[in-house]
């Protein structure tokens, strides 16, 4: 049995944020004002961040994971796909894995389709695709109107994978991306093409929609109590519609970890990064100080039953992960670990057994943590947090999903 | 008073109907009868008194289906000529406010034949360089979680007011009505959230193709479609009239209830 697949996720945050931001800006996201760029400060910040991502690389992490953010302080990746093309130049064993793209903001879906098809080429066939919706934010960034953006995004995608198995040229009829010829240069070194990661906040439809596709799901949450297990449940009763056999392998969640040697020392180390990252990266977003632009009536993306449901559980004004007021409160939420490698071990394992996910896409640096914090943190995690991770999933996995052992162990060996 | 429900086009489509009298077909904004009430408010009521008032709820609103072809205002125009048809109402008094404004505009200088008065109630739909319509979805997204008074300013005649307390309180509302103003921002970022912003840039140019009577009423401290409309809409109509009621902002039918009610029933009368 294969055993869990450990990914660095790396964000890119803007770290050069004045003392007072919290005060006197409403949102980190959209309009947070882009005169906050401090030219000076910010040279060579991609290359500090790509350089993390290669460390993780040489760790031995299973894959490096990047993902699409406009006009935020958040996610410096407009265009992850430019950091993709680094990562295949300097990184040799590791996924590039893109989560995602966000299609209802391109123009063409066709360029995504190359795009991709370059990065899977020029990397050796390590790239994982993942295809965004977009959530709130970025319907205000590029005026995607929010009920039209599912229809165009289940479109877009299955013009790309055709793109990829489909000789050209052919004409796509539409509706949304109607396109006279289609036959894009390169194709994708993998065969049939690169695996597909389709990220959701739970929503029976895009269960179905990645479901029926053979595409892998990926939870967008930060938060992982009894929900993460229930996702992982609905996901497997969905492809089992489908006559697909749940694995652990077709489900990835986010988790952020910061290890040091101590418990202690591990808090005194990362605070600064995390509180950081939780008051100012997650204003706007996860936050509901300020204006929280990731979902209701201003961008009405969720059908209306979803919206019900939604209400009948959500207080207003209730606290979310960037509110949280102290470590007590933080370690509730099961989002970020911080602690000793045995700390985080022991909490990584309880969530894979209770989540059953054979993915996880880790999160080790946070808003404006120093570099060398951060590669601390991956060492210390890779050395000894990661075999013993390894270890023990595999015997979970074992023992919870005996019928995948052959299946699984044809992949191919990393 | 009467509800159904009818079928357009296989779709159905939810209606109240109210009072006697000229037929006038009216169509609701967002906090309005279908945009946040479920049933007829004050204004409709009093323009019932001398009016047969037919109010439908726009597509996806209240219990009217949605219509996954319709995207685009043309589609809406399409839709209501299909409801027009439906209800028997060859031709007939138009009325509209907010975004339902626009919807009568853009009925009127396409069909001006089937259209004996129009009534727009701060409506949206035009294109006035300098004068932006404000960006009512960003306010949709309250401060820290349950303030609204950026939504309310835009609204009502200031962030605070009495009225706009009691219609959008700082707190989670009764589901359903949360749901018809969801609702209802999901029915007016199909058509307006991406540019053009709740308008057409063309219909200020098409307005003289309606030479009927227009009426104009517009909020003094309206503060969501900028008073420049007003008189492009009224300038640009040959036969038309503006009204600026005191007091209020966009919604002058909650604002100012009998006042705008009687204006559009005198209207109609003579």
Same mark, same amino acid.
């Given at each position: 049995?294969?055993?869990?697949?450990?990914?660095?996720?790396?964000?890119?945050?803007?770290?050069?944020?004045?003392?007072?931001?919290?005060?006197?800006?409403?949102?980190?996201?959209?309009?947070?004002?882009?005169?906050?760029?401090?030219?000076?400060?910010?040279?060579?910040?991609?290359?500090?961040?790509?350089?993390?991502?290669?460390?993780?690389?040489?760790?031995?992490?299973?894959?490096?994971?990047?993902?699409?953010?406009?006009?935020?302080?958040?996610?410096?990746?407009?265009?992850?796909?430019?950091?993709?093309?680094?990562?295949?130049?300097?990184?040799?064993?590791?996924?590039?894995?893109?989560?995602?793209?966000?299609?209802?903001?391109?123009?063409?879906?066709?360029?995504?389709?190359?795009?991709?098809?370059?990065?899977?080429?020029?990397?050796?066939?390590?790239?994982?695709?993942?295809?965004?919706?977009?959530?709130?934010?970025?319907?205000?960034?590029?005026?995607?109107?929010?009920?039209?953006?599912?229809?165009?995004?289940?479109?877009?995608?299955?013009?790309?994978?055709?793109?990829?198995?489909?000789?050209?040229?052919?004409?796509?009829?539409?509706?949304?991306?109607?396109?006279?010829?289609?036959?894009?240069?390169?194709?994708?070194?993998?065969?049939?093409?690169?695996?597909?990661?389709?990220?959701?906040?739970?929503?029976?439809?895009?269960?179905?929609?990645?479901?029926?596709?053979?595409?892998?799901?990926?939870?967008?949450?930060?938060?992982?109590?009894?929900?993460?297990?229930?996702?992982?449940?609905?996901?497997?009763?969905?492809?089992?519609?489908?006559?697909?056999?749940?694995?652990?392998?077709?489900?990835?969640?986010?988790?952020?970890?910061?290890?040091?040697?101590?418990?202690?020392?591990?808090?005194?180390?990362?605070?600064?990064?995390?509180?950081?990252?939780?008051?100012?990266?997650?204003?706007?977003?996860?936050?509901?100080?300020?204006?929280?632009?990731?979902?209701?009536?201003?961008?009405?993306?969720?059908?209306?039953?979803?919206?019900?449901?939604?209400?009948?559980?959500?207080?207003?004004?209730?606290?979310?992960?960037?509110?949280?007021?102290?470590?007590?409160?933080?370690?509730?939420?099961?989002?970020?670990?911080?602690?000793?490698?045995?700390?985080?071990?022991?909490?990584?394992?309880?969530?894979?057994?209770?989540?059953?996910?054979?993915?996880?896409?880790?999160?080790?640096?946070?808003?404006?943590?120093?570099?060398?914090?951060?590669?601390?943190?991956?060492?210390?995690?890779?050395?000894?947090?990661?075999?013993?991770?390894?270890?023990?999933?595999?015997?979970?996995?074992?023992?919870?999903?005996?019928?995948?052992?052959?299946?699984?162990?044809?992949?191919?060996?990393? | 008073?009467?509800?159904?429900?009818?079928?357009?086009?296989?779709?159905?489509?939810?209606?109240?109907?109210?009072?006697?009298?000229?037929?006038?077909?009216?169509?609701?904004?967002?906090?309005?009868?279908?945009?946040?009430?479920?049933?007829?408010?004050?204004?409709? +009521?009093?323009?019932?008194?001398?009016?047969?008032?037919?109010?439908?709820?726009?597509?996806?609103?209240?219990?009217?289906?949605?219509?996954?072809?319709?995207?685009?205002?043309?589609?809406?125009?399409?839709?209501?000529?299909?409801?027009?048809?439906?209800?028997?109402?060859?031709?007939?008094?138009?009325?509209?406010?907010?975004?339902?404004?626009?919807?009568?505009?853009?009925?009127?200088?396409?069909?001006?034949?089937?259209?004996?008065?129009?009534?727009?109630?701060?409506?949206?739909?035009?294109?006035?360089?300098?004068?932006?319509?404000?960006?009512?979805?960003?306010?949709?997204?309250?401060?820290?979680?349950?303030?609204?008074?950026?939504?309310?300013?835009?609204?009502?005649?200031?962030?605070?007011?009495?009225?706009?307390?009691?219609?959008?309180?700082?707190?989670?509302?009764?589901?359903?009505?949360?749901?018809?103003?969801?609702?209802?921002?999901?029915?007016?970022?199909?058509?307006?959230? +991406?540019?053009?912003?709740?308008?057409?840039?063309?219909?200020?140019?098409?307005?003289?193709?309606?030479?009927?009577?227009?009426?104009?009423?517009?909020?003094?401290?309206?503060?969501?479609?900028?008073?420049?409309?007003?008189?492009?809409?009224?300038?640009?109509?040959?036969?038309?009239?503006?009204?600026?009621?005191?007091?209020?902002?966009?919604?002058?039918?909650?604002?100012?209830?009998?006042?705008?009610?009687?204006?559009?029933?005198?209207?109609?009368?003579?």
């Amino acid at each position: 049995m294969h055993p869990v697949k450990l990914f660095c996720w790396h964000f890119m945050s803007y770290p050069y944020l004045p003392e007072d931001f919290d005060e006197k800006y409403e949102s980190g996201w959209v309009t947070v004002p882009n005169s906050l760029w401090d030219r000076e400060q910010a040279k060579g910040l991609y290359q500090e961040y790509i350089d993390q991502l290669v460390y993780a690389d040489e760790l031995g992490f299973d894959g490096m994971v990047l993902n699409e953010h406009h006009q935020n302080i958040y996610g410096l990746m407009p265009s992850p796909n430019m950091i993709a093309a680094a990562l295949s130049q300097r990184t040799k064993n590791g996924k590039i894995v893109v989560l995602g793209n966000i299609l209802p903001l391109q123009m063409n879906p066709l360029r995504v389709a190359e795009e991709y098809a370059m990065i899977d080429c020029m990397s050796g066939g390590r790239l994982i695709a993942g295809f965004a919706v977009g959530g709130g934010p970025e319907a205000f960034n590029y005026d995607v109107p929010s009920p039209q953006a599912r229809r165009q995004f289940w479109e877009a995608i299955d013009l790309i994978v055709r793109t990829w198995t489909e000789d050209g040229p052919f004409e796509h009829e539409g509706p949304e991306y109607p396109l006279r010829y289609v036959n894009a240069w390169p194709r994708p070194e993998q065969t049939p093409h690169p695996p597909v990661w389709v990220p959701g906040a739970r929503s029976r439809e895009t269960m179905e929609n990645a479901a029926k596709r053979g595409y892998s799901y990926f939870l967008s949450s930060r938060s992982h109590g009894d929900q993460t297990r229930k996702a992982a449940q609905a996901f497997a009763a969905t492809m089992a519609k489908y006559d697909r056999t749940y694995s652990p392998f077709d489900f990835g969640i986010l988790l952020s970890v910061y290890v040091s040697e101590t418990d202690e020392q591990a808090k005194i180390e990362s605070q600064e990064g995390i509180w950081y990252f939780l008051r100012n990266c997650l204003k706007g977003h996860l936050r509901t100080k300020g204006r929280t632009l990731t979902y209701g009536p201003g961008v009405p993306s969720a059908s209306p039953d979803s919206w019900r449901g939604f209400l009948e559980q959500w207080q207003f004004g209730a606290s979310q992960l960037g509110d949280t007021q102290d470590w007590e409160e933080l370690d509730q939420r099961a989002s970020i670990i911080v602690g000793s490698p045995e700390t985080v071990r022991d909490k990584l394992l309880a969530v894979v057994e209770r989540a059953q996910t054979g993915n996880l896409l880790i999160q080790f640096h946070f808003g404006n943590m120093k570099d060398e914090l951060a590669r601390k943190s991956m060492r210390l995690f890779a050395e000894q947090v990661a075999p013993a991770l390894r270890a023990e999933s595999a015997d979970i996995f074992a023992r919870d999903f005996p019928a995948m052992a052959d299946t699984i162990e044809m992949e191919p060996a990393k | 008073m009467t509800t159904k429900s009818i079928s357009v086009a296989g779709n159905s489509v939810w209606v109240e109907e109210l009072g006697d009298g000229p037929p006038v077909l009216y169509l609701h904004g967002i906090l309005d009868l279908h945009g946040i009430e479920a049933e007829p408010m004050a204004f409709h +009521r009093h323009l019932a008194e001398s009016c047969r008032v037919i109010a439908p709820a726009h597509p996806g609103c209240a219990e009217t289906g949605e219509d996954e072809t319709i995207t685009t205002i043309d589609d809406v125009v399409f839709h209501y000529l299909r409801v027009m048809d439906a209800l028997d109402l060859d031709t007939c008094v138009l009325a509209g406010s907010n975004i339902g404004g626009w919807i009568a505009a853009e009925i009127a200088v396409r069909h001006p034949e089937r259209i004996e008065k129009l009534a727009l109630i701060g409506p949206t739909g035009l294109f006035v360089s300098g004068h932006p319509i404000a960006d009512i979805f960003w306010y949709a997204q309250p401060d820290d979680g349950v303030r609204y008074d950026g939504l309310r300013n835009l609204l009502f005649a200031g962030p605070r007011t009495e009225i706009g307390l009691s219609m959008i309180p700082d707190a989670k509302d009764e589901i359903d009505r949360e749901m018809l103003k969801y609702k209802a921002f999901r029915f007016a970022s199909l058509i307006g959230f +991406r540019p053009p912003y709740l308008y057409n840039p063309k219909l200020h140019i098409r307005l003289d193709r309606y030479t009927g009577p227009a009426a104009i009423l517009w909020g003094e401290h309206d503060s969501l479609v900028p008073r420049a409309h007003a008189d492009t809409y009224s300038d640009r109509f040959p036969n038309s009239r503006l009204e600026v009621l005191p007091n209020c902002g966009n919604s002058l039918i909650v604002e100012s209830p009998e006042r705008t009610a009687e204006l559009i029933s005198s209207f109609i009368a003579n």
